[in-house]
């Protein structure tokens, strides 16, 4: 299957500071990324769906100004999460795929966990 | 009602016994459906994916889709202790157009030795 790259794979850091997440397609271009959050024994929450060359489409109850995409290229999308607070502690997953249209399947990269002290 | 819902477990299964996971969903328009595995702190990885209602068969891994019931399921013949996991049946809610899945809650699976 296709190869997506996430980075770092997990994080601590002190409530109120930045935290950027990478996510690369690392053998195919994606023009579409997204990003997930999962709590401990939840499921996977779609955050936002990064869009390469424009805007990033937020999912209701995800604060845009918080959670800051940036979909440069058709390789890399980067979440930041801005002013991190403990309740932000969370898994952090981007996914991609090779193929456009409704059967595409989707690859994930393995994750971050960030943990705001 | 939840968009798509799993009984969350945990289901015991005996090693070698068949698995049977199930999974319903509320949008009659949806056309693909998936099947991922997760082990604990990791990333979900693909097993199945399925379009068109009946069977499809994988290795040990059998998919089911019932579009009339809004029904997908997941069987995995000779369980082995390294199925162990939760697995998080995901439907896509856009029939066209961009890929946006929504998962159920995972169901977490144990087979005993």
């Known amino acids: 299957g296709a190869v997506v790259s996430q980075h770092p794979s997990w994080v601590i850091c002190k409530s109120g500071t930045s935290v950027k997440i990478e996510c690369r397609s690392l053998?195919?271009?994606?023009?579409?990324m997204f990003w997930y959050r999962q709590f401990p024994k939840q499921s996977l929450m779609l955050m936002a769906t990064?869009?390469?060359?424009?805007?990033?489409?937020?999912e209701q109850g995800v604060e845009k100004d918080k959670f800051l995409i940036n979909h440069a290229s058709l390789t890399l999308s980067t979440l930041t999460v801005t002013s991190a607070h403990p309740e932000d502690s969370s898994f952090y997953i981007c996914?991609?795929?090779?193929?456009?249209?409704?059967?595409?399947?989707?690859?994930f990269g393995s994750g971050t966990q960030l943990s705001v002290l | 009602q939840k968009e798509v819902e799993q009984n969350s477990g945990p289901l015991s299964v005996p090693e070698g016994a068949i698995a049977s996971l199930n999974c319903t969903y509320s949008?009659?328009?949806?056309?693909?459906f998936f099947w991922y595995r997760q082990y604990s702190g990791k990333s979900p990885e693909l097993i199945m994916s399925?379009?068109?209602?009946g069977d499809k068969e994988d290795g040990r891994f059998t998919a089911q889709l019932n579009k009339a019931s809004q029904y997908v399921s997941l069987l995995i013949r000779d369980s082995q202790p390294s199925d162990s996991a939760t697995y998080l049946c995901?439907?896509?809610?856009?029939?066209?157009?961009?890929?946006?899945?929504?998962f159920g809650q995972g169901t977490r699976l144990t087979i005993n030795p």
């Open positions: 995901a439907v896509n809610m856009i029939p066209q157009g961009a890929q946006k899945l929504v």
């Open positions: 399925i379009y068109s209602n």
């Open positions: 996914s991609a795929s090779p193929e456009i249209g409704a059967r595409e399947k989707l690859f």
């Open positions: 053998d195919f271009q994606a023009t579409t």
């Open positions: 949008d009659r328009v949806s056309q693909s």
């Open positions: 990064s869009n390469e060359g424009s805007k990033a489409t937020y």
